[in-house]
């Protein structure tokens, strides 16, 4: 059982999504961009095998590019192994709302068992390390990570994970609350409603002391989107710092340890 506990270290962290030899150019785009806005380092969410379209190894050129961008800062967290959970003849009604209608077929961890979350997510960890990585952080696709799925994840010894309203240290076994702004661009009534929720989130979270933004490749075909996510950033750098998911977590524990 994780203790909940008030972040207390002031920070942005900046996340992009779907890392894969699929995504490479678009990422790199977003990267520069946010670079330009005052974020130097960001969370890599990086996706082993995308869809099963070509596993990251298979890359020597990505993986160099994966690799340089954490000696320089960077962070690289394992995010599903496939990112993807096709549709089964027994799922219920909420299944399929929720790996269908809301993730897209794309909320891998949902429903898996342990054993099978330990085994695919060990698998992901060999891949990382295949190219010369090894992340200590765990992220969902979609955040969904059911109860025996997460128990899986921890076995293999990674040292937290993210929710859509949290932040989870397995390794100081604490909970911090904190909501990541992220937006929806499937389709145009699900970008407006983005523009309006985000913009009320992040009134409502001004007072938190760490700040989550999450973005995804499709997000940056959109204007309004990328000017909306500018002035979160913008906004959020005028009272704190800029860092990734694992130094945030170093930041708090050393603070959790010295009071």
């Known amino acids: 059982m994780l203790r909940s506990v ?3 270290t002031p920070g942005l962290v900046v996340s992009i999504h779907d890392v894969s030899p699929r995504t490479w150019g678009v990422v790199q785009a977003m990267s520069e961009e946010l670079k330009s806005w005052g974020v130097p380092c960001v969370s890599y969410l990086a996706v082993p095998n995308h869809h ?22 960077n962070e690289v967290v394992l995010h599903g192994y496939y990112h993807e959970r096709p549709a089964s003849s027994g799922d219920g009604i909420l299944a399929r709302w929720i790996t269908g209608a809301y993730t897209a077929g794309e ?45 899986g994840v921890a076995r293999t010894g990674l040292e937290y994970t993210t929710r ?21 661009v499937r389709a145009g009534w699900r970008r407006g409603m983005s523009l309006i929720w985000n913009e009320t989130l992040a009134a409502v979270l001004r007072a938190n002391p760490l700040v989550r933004l999450g973005l995804h490749p499709p997000d940056w075909k959109y204007p309004a989107i990328r000017e ?8 959020a750098l005028a009272v704190r710092e800029p860092m990734t998911y694992d130094q945030w977590l170093n930041r708090q524990r050393a603070i959790s340890i010295g009071s």
Do not use: K
């Open 6 to 8: 008030f972040p207390a």
């Open 52 to 73: 099963q379209r070509g596993a990251i190894n298979d890359d020597p050129a990505f993986s160099a590019w994966l690799r340089d961008a954490a000696a320089q800062g």
């Open 107 to 151: 909320g891998e961890y949902f429903d898996l068992s342990e054993d099978e979350a330990f085994r695919r997510t060990g698998d992901g960890q060999d891949m990382l390390r295949s190219i010369g990585l090894s992340p200590t952080g765990f992220i969902a696709p979609a955040w969904l990570l059911g109860d025996d799925a997460g128990r």
């Open 164 to 184: 859509l309203t949290s932040l989870d240290d397995w390794v100081a076994g604490t909970s911090y609350a904190s909501q990541s702004l992220v937006y929806s």
């Open 228 to 235: 909306h996510a500018r002035r979160c950033v913008a906004r």
